[in-house]
Each structure stands twice: as structure tokens, then as C-alpha cells.
């Protein structure tokens, strides 16, 4: 045990693994050749995207990323605008929710549960499936992605509270709006734009759909609560046992009465989120206005909470503070594919890898496609960047080989989703990470089995597609 502690104790820090895969990047615009497709844009349903022009890739004049560029990319990726929205999203976000936290109300529900799951601690770990369901529920209709992060502030100290740890309390949020994601049936920002681009109906194959994502979404409750049985067992089988950082701060929940502000504030927070689930989708909400959500409902929250502004300032202050390398590594994250596509190597990987499909049986052919889309989401971790940069080759390629396009679809999906878990480019991944307090090296080795249950079953469900869709 000894040695485990001290080999977790030494795992690498993520922003350490976060600058060799940078390093990688830069190397790699040395070594592949350059080259681009042409583009055109394309209307889906889900609005207006920049699509590849299949067959019109071609060599271009290689522009090598100077080795100093590793020490400017940073730069660059913190200001980029989409990275630079999700960052300044975080910080908000945290300090919205230290607001809400600052009020008491928070603690009061969690105290009220855990107190419940203490008094009937038969029905303790109904708390996982319960709440993985939900955010799974969230992954397959609106694409919850990046709105995880939100919850985290609840869930771990829930968790931690309940004789888990930081891990469970991740994975609740994480791997539940995950396994939704990648298994969706109705998720606008995936399936829906992967469809438009392939020409083919709005959601149609819902059916099968959505029976993988029961079935993704059933492996990864079944993983966590087997996890949260061996922790009840013995607390030192926590991946997290000898480490030290945020994963260990979060103590016991202080006792605190439910009032009627408290009430209220809980009402505020319920309204906050159904505004969240209508306005996504409904009105094509994003970051902005989600950020801009929270950061009224911490105004209000305050207000009725009766805190004060000024331990509102102070309290929004400090949570946008321990926020603060949670976003450094999203913005080093992006770092990474900005200088893949300065190089001009991205398309190059691409055109290379489906490629590598052609002339094989459809069977196979639909196999190696999901492998690919899963390469693909190393350097391209955007679920709708990743179908407008793909699904215009996919499509016209999965036509040649007699695959179904729902079959393409469902390898891009699975691909894009399943791959999310364990890439150290996807700011969104490394930050709920940094946050939980989890080295990256630890999760991997927690994961890892899970991966493997969840891209068998996606094989499965590959295989299966192709006799079913086939026309």
C-alpha cells in the first residue's frame, strides 16, 4: 500500500501532460506532410457549419510551427474565442455557485439527504443511478456538455459526504451526461448536424439509438456504484487514497437548518436549471447566456439568501478563484489543436485515416470508422466540429463501401463521445479533472476497464446497425 501512495503521489501534474502532447503537436508539423481540403458551407438543421469538400484534399506548402511556438501557443489558446468563452464560463460559474453556496441552502438539502441516506442505508446508493439518469437524460436531448462543470460544486461534496469519494462524485455528472452523449438518439449539436450533413432525416434511427444509450447508460451506473460498494467496503480502495489536493479538502457537511430563504434559494436554483434545459433547447442557448444565467441566479440568490453584497463580492471572488486552473488548462487544452491547424496537418491525419478504410468489408469498414472518429476526437474535441470536419468525407465514403450512412453517423457519435473520457486535449475533460482534484494517470487506470465495457457494446451496436439499416 505504501508503494501506491507514493506512485500516486508522484503522478504528473496535468498541466505537465497537457505541455508534452503540445510538444507532440509541434513536432508533428515537422514530421506531416501538409495539406487541406476545400470547404463550402453547409445549412443542417441545427444551423450553418463549415463542411470538407469530399475529394479535394491536396498538398500545400508545409508551414512548420518554430519551436519557440510552444512557449506562444498558450497565448494563443487562451485567446482564442471559443476557448476564451468556456474559460471565462468556469470563472463565472464558480463564483456564481460560491454565491449560492455562501447562502446556506445547498448545504441544508445535502445535509437533509445524506441524513436521509444514513437513516436508510439500504437505499443509500439509489442517489447514483437517480442522478446519472438524469444527466444522461440531459447528454441524449440538449448535448450537456461543457453545463457539467456546473454541477460539480454539488456532487462532490455530496459524495465525499456520503462515504464516497471525489471520484464518484465526478463521474456522477461526467460520465452520466457522457455515456447520454455518446449514445444519444435526439442531441442537435451531434446527431442532428452529423444527419444534415449526411442527408439524411432529423433523428431518424431514433429507435436503436436509443436503445444503446439505455444500454451505455446502464454499464456506466452499474461501474460507479460497483466502485461506491468497494469504498463502503474499504475506503482505502479509493484511486484517490494518499493523494493530496482539492479531492481531499472537501469535508463533512456542517449541519444547517432549512429555512424559508434557504427554501427559496433551492426554489430559485430549480427554476435556474429548467430555464437552462428550455432555453438550450428552445432558443439555441450557449455559453453566454448560460454564464449569464447563473451569474443572475447568483444576484437573486443573494438577495434572498439575505448574505449582503459585500460577502457576495467576497464569496464570488473566491470561487472564481479556485477556478482559476481549471480554466488554464482548458485554455492550454485548445492550445494543442491551434497548432495542428497552423501546421496544416489536421486535414492531412484525416484524409490518412479514412483513407485507411477504404476496400474492406462493410462489416469492418464500420468497425475501423468508429476507430477512426475516435483518433480524430484527439485533435478535434468538438462533437460539432467534429461532424462538419468528418461527416462530409464519412458520407460519400461510407457509400462506396455499402455501409449504411445511420452506420457512419453512429461511428462518428460513438467515436466523438466515448473518446471524451480519456483525451488530455479536451479542456472540458482536464478542467472537471483539476477541479475533482483526480490525476489524470489515476483516472485512466479507473477508466479504463469501463472504456472497454462501453466501446464493446459500441462495436456491438455498430455491427447490429449495419444489418438493420441496411437498404
Known amino acids: 500500500m505504501a508503494n501506491r501512495e507514493t506512485k500516486e503521489r508522484r503522478a504528473p501534474d496535468a498541466l505537465l501532460i497537457i505541455a508534452a502532447v503540445l510538444a507532440l503537436a509541434v513536432a508533428c508539423t515537422w514530421i506531416v506532410p501538409a495539406g487541406s481540403f476545400e470547404r463550402r458551407e453547409a445549412v443542417t438543421e441545427a444551423g450553418t457549419r463549415t ?6 484534399y ?57 441524513r436521509w441516506a444514513r437513516d436508510h442505508p439500504g437505499r443509500k446508493r439509489f442517489v447514483i443511478p437517480a442522478l446519472m439518469l438524469a444527466f444522461s437524460i440531459g447528454g441524449n436531448t440538449f448535448g450537456m456538455a461543457e453545463e457539467v462543470l456546473v454541477f460539480l460544486m454539488i456532487t462532490i461534496p455530496l459524495a465525499r459526504s456520503l462515504g464516497w469519494d471525489a471520484v464518484v462524485g465526478a ?65 482505502r480502495r479509493s484511486i484517490l487514497h494518499g493523494v493530496s489536493g482539492r479531492a481531499t479538502e472537501h469535508g463533512a457537511l456542517e449541519e444547517k437548518p432549512l429555512t424559508g430563504r434557504r ?22 442557448w450557449y455559453i453566454e447566456e448560460i454564464a449569464g444565467l447563473f451569474i443572475g441566479m447568483g444576484v437573486a440568490a443573494a438577495m434572498i439568501g439575505g448574505i449582503g ?17 481549471a480554466a488554464l488548462l482548458i485554455g492550454l487544452s485548445r492550445s494543442v489543436l491551434l497548432v495542428m491547424q497552423e501546421g496544416q496537418v489536421v486535414d492531412t491525419v484525416l484524409h490518412a485515416l479514412s483513407g485507411a478504410i477504404s476496400g474492406l468489408p462493410a462489416s469492418v469498414s464500420a468497425q475501423l470508422m468508429f476507430a477512426v472518429q475516435f483518433a480524430i476526437n ?14 462530409p468525407v464519412m458520407t460519400p465514403l461510407a457509400d462506396l463501401l455499402h455501409i449504411p450512412r445511420q452506420t457512419a453517423v453512429l461511428a462518428y457519435q460513438l467515436g466523438d463521445g466515448l473518446c471524451n473520457f480519456v483525451i488530455p486535449t479536451s479542456g472540458v475533460t482536464m478542467g472537471i479533472l483539476q477541479i475533482a482534484g483526480i490525476p489524470f494517470g489515476a483516472w485512466l487506470r479507473w ?22 439499416w441496411q437498404p
Open 51 to 56: 463542411a470538407v469538400v469530399p475529394g479535394t
Open 58 to 114: 491536396h498538398a500545400v506548402d508545409a508551414t512548420p510551427v518554430p519551436w519557440w511556438g510552444f512557449f506562444t501557443a498558450p497565448v494563443k489558446g487562451f485567446t482564442d474565442h471559443q476557448a476564451a468563452m468556456i474559460m471565462a464560463f468556469v470563472l463565472l460559474i464558480g463564483g456564481a455557485f460560491a454565491v449560492l453556496n455562501a447562502t446556506g441552502a445547498i448545504d441544508a438539502l445535502l445535509f437533509r439527504v445524506l
Open 171 to 235: 463521474a456522477i455528472p461526467f460520465l452520466g451526461a457522457g455515456v447520454g452523449f455518446a449514445g444519444a438518439a435526439f442531441n442537435p449539436f451531434t446527431v442532428g448536424i452529423a444527419q444534415g450533413l449526411g442527408e439524411l432525416p432529423l433523428f431518424s434511427g431514433w429507435e436503436l439509438r436509443m436503445a444503446l444509450w439505455a444500454v451505455l447508460t446502464g454499464i456506466a451506473i452499474a461501474f460507479v456504484m460497483r466502485y461506491a460498494a468497494r469504498l463502503e467496503a474499504d475506503p
Open 263 to 284: 427554501i427559496a434559494v433551492l426554489a430559485l436554483f430549480a427554476l435556474t436549471i429548467m430555464a437552462l434545459i428550455v432555453g438550450v433547447n428552445r432558443y439555441g
Open 309 to 325: 453584497a459585500d460577502a457576495a463580492a467576497k464569496a464570488f471572488v473566491g470561487g472564481a478563484r479556485d477556478m482559476v486552473a
Open 378 to 391: 484527439f485533435f478535434v474535441p468538438s462533437g460539432s466540429g467534429q461532424a462538419a470536419l468528418t461527416m
Open 447 to 468: 477508466i479504463g476497464r469501463l472504456m472497454l465495457l462501453l466501446v464493446g457494446a459500441g462495436m456491438a451496436f455498430l455491427a447490429l446497425s449495419v444489418a438493420v
